[in-house]
């Protein structure tokens, strides 16, 4: 029996029926726009956002800029020893920055800075030319940790959704370096606190139990209950 041939379903192409448009390298490898894909996203993860969503309006700062003495501690340390201080508030924003980095930084901007102007004016005296190469040094020195710790005060502000207070950051910290720091000690310190205790709850284990013949220890039978052994479990909250 002869096998019946099955016609082919493809229709070879012959010149006049080839395509009149000539496709360029790289045409179909275009990229195409998904509606659905076309959302909003947030500008620190990058995660899309629903349509309702509404950015946090901004918070005004729990204390002011001038309120260095409700925080003895910070007001002191800001004082006499400012690097310190800004390293810790580094540190508390950015848990995977040493504090040793931001405080090295600063010492090097303002305390270099005003230790240099200090021993050339001890040992070369001061003129008119000398003056005014100090204060060209030294307003550069502030004028870059003023940059510096003003991008950290952004930070900041970014974050906590905080007002700008009482103008741009980097000019606050060139106008009133210390009690902007200090005002930053005090804001993380109420939001981030060390010293919240959480509510522990101690749980005592039941005393170890021996299991014995029912026949050598009859007294231990009225302390079970159809043969279930009851346990106390003491519990005591801190």
Known sequence: MAEERIPSRYVKLTKDQAPLEDIKPGELNQPIQVPQLACRKCNECGQPLP????????????????????????????????????GRNVKRLREDTPWTTPCICHAIFVEGGIALAAATAAFHGIDPRTSFLLC???????????????????????????????????????????????QEHREMQGRLSDNVAMPMTIVNPPPVQEMNAAGDNQDSAPS????????NLEMQAL
């Open 51 to 86: 349509e309702s969503f509404e950015p946090p309006a901004d918070e005004p700062w729990t204390t002011g800029i001038f309120g260095c003495a409700e925080n003895t501690e910070s007001c002191w340390t800001g004082l006499f020893c400012p690097c310190v201080l800004f």
């Open 136 to 182: 060209e040094g030294l307003l550069f020195s502030w004028w870059m940790c003023g940059i510096y710790t003003g991008l950290f005060r952004q930070s900041l502000q970014k974050k906590y959704h905080l007002k700008n207070s009482p103008c741009d950051p980097c000019m606050v910290h060139c106008c009133m370096h210390w009690c902007a720091l200090c």
């Open 224 to 231: 079970s209950a159809n043969g279930i052994e009851q346990t």
